[in-house]
């Protein structure tokens, strides 16, 4: 939600003491957008931010003055109004700045409402259409993570522990950012290969286990390879159900890298499986040299 003392047009570049710094070309962009109406051309606030090996390179955000009017409705999602925009640019004015983050890049927009907002935003105002290839990190999520109830931004961010102040631009951006971040790590699967049209069949469902075998009733989750990986084929011969994720019913987390754990990235899988066994559920985790030492 939006907070008035905090939201205001910016652009920084991460690490940095001073806003003169350009950051490197980022691996991808994310976009967010807020609307004023029912109109998904009447964009109040967007927010911008720049991925580079998995961290924040750059933010950019800022209010717009629609040129519309501004619904109760969508007041009361993001908390702007009319009185905010005063004085802020409008859309026409911040254009060449959002076509220079956005374009000839890979952009992520958690669905593609925003993609939608800035083609009719662009063409109320008289703009050229930003040219920039999307990926809907809602998509990304579907593929990694099934088993969510949905994959709102809200409900994947959550699961995930990804800080979020909901229906702020920069913030949203930021969250939606991190998914895809957080499905590359956990899959393996490259961001050069979620963009690809086959990528869907490259995270694959897990391969069915043998019906006898040493890890005949485990149900394995994996972190830092895809589900239907080597290591989930292996298991899954030896006869382990593979998971797509630690739930309550997950007996064995298998995280693949270097050890100690204490260095992996995969956190929020990882704490909620000490959260499981600090509850006394029956879960054990292991490394992968430990679960092949388990299988020989």
């Known amino acids: 939600m939006f907070r008035s003392d ?8 991460a690490d940095t003491d001073t806003q003169s710094v350009r950051p490197e070309a980022p691996d991808f962009v994310v976009v967010d957008v807020e609307t004023s109406c029912s109109r998904v051309s009447s ?20 209010l717009i003055d629609p040129r519309d009017h501004f619904s109760g409705f969508n007041t009361r999602i993001h908390g702007i109004s009319a009185e905010h925009v005063v004085g802020m640019p409008c859309f026409a004015d911040v254009h060449d700045v959002i076509d220079g983050h956005l374009g000839g890049r890979i952009t992520v927009a958690h669905s593609y409402f925003d993609k ?4 009719a935003a662009c063409r109320i105002n ?9 990926l809907d990190s809602v998509r990304v999520a579907k593929k990694v993570w099934p088993e969510l109830a949905n994959h709102k931004l809200s409900v994947v ?8 102040n909901h229906h702020d631009a920069l913030s949203d951006a930021r969250a939606a950012g991190m998914i895809v971040v ?8 490259s961001l050069a290969e979620w963009m690809a049209p086959t990528t869907g069949r490259r995270v694959g469902p897990a391969p069915p286990p ?12 994996i972190l830092g390879q895809s589900r239907n990986g080597p290591l989930a084929h292996r298991i899954a011969a030896s006869g382990g159900r593979v998971v797509a994720a630690v739930g309550s019913n997950t007996t064995i987390l298998v995280v693949v890298g270097e050890e100690p754990f204490g260095y ?14 600090q509850s006394g559920g029956n879960i054990k985790i292991l490394s992968e040299r430990q679960i092949v030492e388990d299988i020989v």
């Open 157 to 164: 961010s959550r699961y995930l522990g990804i800080p979020l």
């Open 210 to 221: 043998a019906s006898t075998g040493p890890l005949k009733g485990e149900r394995v989750a």
């Open 116 to 119: 939608g907002a800035l083609a």
């Open 182 to 189: 957080k499905a590359i790590e956990q899959t393996g699967v």
């Open 264 to 277: 992996i990235r995969y956190d929020a899988q990882y704490r909620k499986a000490q959260g499981i066994q």
């Open 126 to 134: 008289d703009r050229a259409p930003v040219d920039t290839t999307w």
């Open 43 to 62: 964009i109040c606030q967007i927010g911008i931010v720049g991925f580079r090996n998995g961290l924040v390179t750059f933010e950019y955000e800022t």
């Open 6 to 13: 905090t939201c205001h047009s910016l652009e920084i570049a």
